[in-house]
């Protein structure tokens, strides 16, 4: 009879051990699900918002079919204003491999000079103000033979907002004399000196141009900007925005890279798998000359089978 109960005492008590088990396993599911239902809450709250104030465009863009490891997006900064024709000041590619981690970015100078299908010679940054992204990655295509999947165009309105959502308290930069005389082209005043610019202000200091560096001083600092929010996005305070970002990036930004695609880079640079940025810059030094064409003006004569060659290195991964 001992024995028995014995087995009947044993049997509640594993039955007890289950259904605490499977009550935990109910509680961590409910959280689970919470979280994701919030964090896709944050997401839509967040696209939403941004589209609001920025409207969409869908573009036409005949991009390369995605490979299993890596792409290229054709990214663009449309400062077109009102009714005047669209322009792009930046032109980047921007490579991810999900093997390597390694994110790369190429920058084209806008004032090289190249051959853009059916339209002659010309500046790059007139293939986008006459036909679009995609005009310019089937130029870029043409003359440096580099494939690209994806475009991204981003104004001047969503990267202020985005820069302060990302960092609210700022960005650090050095704000050098210069700038601090170029309210006029600008639009904002900038004071001297190494301090944390808000969105407007990081915005400014990114376009500047007007010094012995011209162009190519606004390229490396765009590259600096870049890294600089990529490393922010990398803290520990902004882990939790995470769903709210991409919201935000797809809200403020044109592009037709695919939200799985953009959720599993950003939690890739969150959690700190990326390794450091690599850059390129088109034409590289010793590479081109100044020449002034009829009906172009003054721009960049470059070796085009030279940097072709060095785009086309760059980007493979190893």
Known sequence: MTE??????????????????????????LLILAIGGYSVYQWY?????????????????????????NFNVLMMGDDSRGDEPARTDTIMI????????????????????????????NKINAAYAIGGPDLLRETISHNFGVDLHYYAIVGFEGFVDVVNTIAPDG?????????????????????????????????AYARFRHDEKSDFGRVQRQQEV???????????????????????????????????????????????KTKEFETLRIPE????????????????SIDVEHNAALMQDFLHDE
């Open 171 to 203: 960005i650090e930069a050095t704000v050098t004399p210069e700038m601090t005389q170029d309210k006029k082209a600008l639009g904002i005043q900038l004071e001297e000196g190494t301090q944390k610019l808000n969105g407007e202000e990081l915005l």
């Open 226 to 272: 870049i890294q600089k929010l990529t490393d922010k996005v990398k803290s520990v305070s902004t882990v939790t925005k995470l769903p709210e970002l991409v919201g935000f990036a797809q809200g403020y930004i044109d592009t037709n890279v695919r939200t799985g695609l953009i959720t599993s880079m950003a939690k890739d640079v969150v959690l700190g």
């Open 45 to 69: 709250q967040a696209k939403s918002t941004a589209e609001e104030k920025q409207p969409k465009e869908e573009f036409e863009f005949h991009g390369a079919e995605e490979t299993a490891d």
């Open 94 to 121: 921007a490579h991810y491999d999900s093997s390597s981690k390694r994110p790369k970015i190429v920058s084209i100078m806008r004032d090289t000079y190249v051959e853009i299908p059916g339209h002659g010679y």
């Open 285 to 300: 030094d010793g590479s081109y000359e100044d020449v002034r064409y009829e009906g172009v003006g003054l721009a960049l």
């Open 4 to 29: 028995v109960n014995d087995k009947r005492l044993e049997y509640r008590r594993k039955r007890r051990k289950r259904k605490k088990r499977r009550r935990f396993i109910a509680i961590f599911l």
